[in-house]
C-alpha cells in the first residue's frame, strides 16, 4: 500500500464550479500535512499547509482529518487558471536518519473548463 | 533570489552514456533534495543532504545513480551507465529547517530522455 494516496482524475469542472477532492495516508504518526500545485512540465509548488482545525486561502480550503487518515481540498469558484495538478504531502515523523521526509502523493488532476 | 537553479533543462543521451545533472541551492538553505518523477511511479525522494552531508539515500535506485554535494552551493547527480527506464524528470529542492517542513522551493527540473 502506498503511504499517500490520490484519485487521479481527472476531474473536470465547469468555470465557476466548486471541486474538491480527498487524500489518505497510510502512517498515522504523521505530523505535517500539505497541498503542492504543479501545473503541465513545471515544478511543484506549495499551495498551502493544512492544519488541523482546517485553513482557508481565499478560494481554497484544506482539511485534516487525523482519525480517518485524510486530508481534502476544496476550491471554490473555480477559474481556468486552477487547472493543474494537485500533490497532497505528507510528512513522516522525524527519526534518526530521517528529518521527516515529505512523501508525495501522484496527484489528483483538476481541468475546469469554460 | 534566483531560486534553486538546475542544469541542463533538456538532456537526451544514448544508453550507456554517463549524465550528470547539477543543482544550485537557495542560498543559505541547509537541506538540498534531489527526486525523480514519472508517470507511472509520480514523485519520488532519491536522496537528501543535510550541510552537504548525504542523510538518507535510501531512493537511489541502483548504484547506477550517485550524488554528491561538495560545497553549499552546488549538487550533482551522476547516472553511469545511463538506461532508457531512467528517462524521467529529475528536480532538485531545497530548505531551510526554520522555514517549516513543507516550503521547499523546486527547481525547473531537468527533463531526461535515454534512448
Known amino acids: 500500500r502506498k503511504e499517500v494516496e490520490q484519485d487521479p482524475g481527472p476531474f473536470n469542472v465547469p468555470e465557476g464550479a466548486t471541486v474538491a477532492f480527498n487524500c489518505t495516508y497510510s502512517?498515522?504518526?504523521?505530523?505535517?500535512f500539505f497541498w503542492y500545485r504543479q501545473d503541465c512540465r513545471k515544478e511543484p509548488k506549495l499551495l498551502m499547509s493544512?492544519?488541523?482545525s482546517g485553513n482557508e486561502d481565499g478560494r481554497f480550503t484544506a482539511q485534516l482529518n487525523r482519525a480517518s487518515q485524510y486530508i481534502s481540498l476544496l476550491i471554490r469558484d473555480s477559474k481556468l487558471s486552477d487547472s493543474a495538478t494537485y500533490l497532497c504531502v505528507v510528512t513522516s515523523p522525524p527519526g534518526v536518519d530521517s528529518w521527516g521526509k515529505l512523501q508525495f502523493g501522484a496527484g489528483t488532476q483538476v481541468v475546469v473548463t469554460p | 533570489d534566483a531560486g534553486v537553479i538546475q542544469s541542463p533543462r533538456h538532456e537526451v543521451t544514448e544508453m550507456g552514456q554517463e549524465v550528470t545533472l547539477r543543482c544550485k541551492p537557495i542560498s543559505g538553505h541547509d537541506y538540498l533534495f534531489w527526486y525523480r518523477q514519472t508517470m507511472m511511479r509520480g514523485l519520488e525522494l532519491l536522496i537528501y543532504?543535510?550541510?552537504?552531508?548525504?542523510?538518507?539515500d535510501s531512493g537511489m535506485p541502483e548504484d547506477r545513480f550517485s550524488a554528491k554535494m561538495p560545497n553549499a552551493s552546488f549538487s550533482t547527480l551522476k547516472i553511469q551507465p545511463s538506461e532508457p527506464r531512467d528517462s524521467a524528470v529529475y528536480f532538485c529542492?531545497?530548505?531551510?529547517?526554520?522555514?517549516?517542513?513543507?516550503?521547499?522551493?523546486f527547481g525547473s527540473g531537468t527533463r531526461l530522455t535515454v534512448v
Open positions: 529542492a531545497s530548505s531551510l529547517i526554520s522555514q517549516g517542513q513543507g516550503e521547499m522551493p
Open positions: 493544512v492544519y488541523s
Open positions: 543532504f543535510n550541510n552537504n552531508v548525504p542523510i538518507d
Open positions: 502512517n498515522s504518526a504523521s505530523q505535517s
